[in-house]
Every structure is written in C-alpha cells, then in structure tokens.
C-alpha cells in the first residue's frame, strides 16, 4: 500500500511558519508612537498574529496597522493589535467596533 509521502505535513508545516516569519520581518510597530522601548526588549511586535502585548503597551498613542503592507496581505480589518489582541480575537472579517 502506498502512504502519503513522509514529511508532507512537516514541509508544509515549515512553509507556514517561513510566510509568518516573512510578514513579522515587515510589520511596521516598531515605527509607531503607540510601541515602546519594553516591547522593542522584548521582542514583541506582529501583534495582529501573536495576539497583544503582554505587559509593555498599555496606551494607544496612534496606531500605523492600516498602512502596514501585512494588514492587506493578510485582509485584515482590525487595528491596534498590542492593546486588543489579535485579529482572530477582535473578530475576523467583522468591521471595526
Ligand atoms: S498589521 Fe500591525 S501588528 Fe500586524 S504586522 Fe502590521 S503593524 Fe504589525
Ligand atoms: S499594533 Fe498598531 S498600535 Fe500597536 S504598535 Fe503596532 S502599529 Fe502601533
């Protein structure tokens, strides 16, 4: 009997996580007013995918999401992800509250 090939799932698995890894390289939070020198430490960024900001972002001082080139490239119709969590929490493909 003949099996799927090994690793399949693996190699798509590896490709998945390449694509996020390549849009979390272009998201523009660090250039916003609303991102912070502990967030910058701690590696936080890409919240629309990673959900929000765990303790370092507190205010919205602005928000630069909509002109991000993942927030087309993904379709996504929320914002200011580090204090409302990610797209999928906000609702995806509900408009914005
Ligand atoms: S949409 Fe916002 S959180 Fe997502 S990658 Fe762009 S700037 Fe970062
Ligand atoms: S999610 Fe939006 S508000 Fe938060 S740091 Fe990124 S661009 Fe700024």
């Known amino acids: ?20 890894k390549a849009l979390r390289e272009i998201c523009i939070c660090p250039g916003c007013p609303t ?15 990673e959900g929000g900001s765990t303790v370092c972002i507190q205010g919205e001082h ?3 999401c909509p002109d991000c080139p993942v ?13 409302r969590d990610s797209e999928t929490v906000q609702g995806y493909g509900t408009p914005e509250r």
Do not use: I, W
């Open 1 to 20: 009997m003949r099996r799927a090939a090994p690793g399949l799932a693996a190699r798509e698995e590896q490709e998945r996580q390449d694509a996020l």
């Open 71 to 83: 927030h087309a490239e993904m379709g996504l119709s929320h914002r200011s992800f580090c204090t």
């Open 35 to 49: 991102y912070n020198v502990c967030a910058e430490q701690a590696a936080e960024k890409f919240f629309c995918a």
């Open 62 to 64: 602005g928000c630069l």
